[in-house]
């Protein structure tokens, strides 16, 4: 009888010994996966902080204000107020004349054109804007707030040390000089940078924006909802409800989810051997775009569709067909409904895929150097994925900071995209 008990406590201490074991396995993997988040979470703060830090003086830009005398003899001498004379005038003199009214020691042709580089090249196109919106203006004085060169821009916020050699440095000390004067003189402030949302590309950084890119990747998706939305769930409908199950439909099943992993660039060498080559649709169109889009995008909704169909209890089809309900009915009147959720939540998730690929754009020629808004489908257009790979790849130092800024803005629209997608799953999700 002692030898059994005994023997039961033994059994007993290496059972526990055994069950401590495995408790302390768990905790460590507990604090694995813990610290794998934190990793994360702080790899992914760094990113953020990096690109914040880079981006967020993008959205201020430093103005200069002068006085410019718009003078009639240059703007319109024979004062017909005909818009072919005002555009022939150059606004780039009174800029000028403006600055050396205020640094009339400026009087060398080196010393003029370093002084006009201050302002941006841009100024004189807003001297012509605002006198053919009011020709009543010629012959006055006005006050304008103009924007600062890229490079006076970036010393303005300190981008630029003042510190280091005359020689390493893009800006002379004479510039700096006549640039500290003017903020003494309180004509130079920093302003928000409308023109960031309102302009499209620009060769200067200072008059670079984000509106045609914007505009280029709403049009592009558009485009690709059209198409892979109502396809995807057609194709997800028919395989998971009407399609016999076959060889020919699980080679089906089986390239579809192999097409969901598919390197987006070979989506954009098809989208150029067939859309451009042979189909000769116009290069670098949001058209085109959005179809290269539509097929990349749709392995991912059929997938999706078909896992949000496939969650439908069976019992919500077999009491819709004892009711007398037919086969399509009960799908498009019970099933899909249902399942809608789910295509949805698939739906918006795939979308924002598209939205932030850019090999598949860059094989049909929507790298190009867009100045202006699109207005169709079929205009030369750009994307914000895109957008920033070409400020990325721009010597300026302005750019930098604008790369940055349009990746905050490409962000903020994924995070929104991503988040419309939960709403949506937890306002209609059902529970069964």
Known sequence: MTDLLAG???????????????????????????????????????????????????????????????????????GTRKEADIRQANYAVLVRDALIKIFPDASGRRDRRALARLVSSGADIQLLNMVLADATLIGSTQTIWFKASADFDSLSKGQIPRDVPEDARKVSDKQIAWFDHLAALGLVEKKFNTGFFTTADSREPEQAGILGAVVGSLLTLIVTLVLSFPIGVMAAVYLEEFAPKNRLTDFIEININNLAAVPSIVFGLLGLAVFLNFFGLPRSAPLVGGMVLALMTLPTIIIASRAALRAVPPSIREAALGMGASPVQTVTHHVLPLAMPGILTGTIIGMAQALGETAPLLMIGMVAFIVDVPGSFTDAATVLPVQVFLWADAPERGFVERTSAAIMVLLAFLIVMNILAVVLRRRFERRW
Not at 35 to 49: M, R, S
Request: glycine share 6%; aromatic share 8%; proline share 1%.
């Open 8 to 78: 039961r406590a033994l059994t007993d201490a290496a059972a526990r010994r055994q069950l401590n074991r495995r408790h302390r396995a768990e905790r460590r993997f507990k604090y694995y996966g813990l610290a794998a988040i934190f990793a994360a979470l702080g790899v992914l703060a760094v990113l953020l902080v990096t690109i914040v830090g880079a981006g967020y003086s993008a959205f201020q830009q430093t103005h200069i204000q002068l006085d410019i005398e718009l003078r009639e003899d240059l703007i319109d001498p024979d």
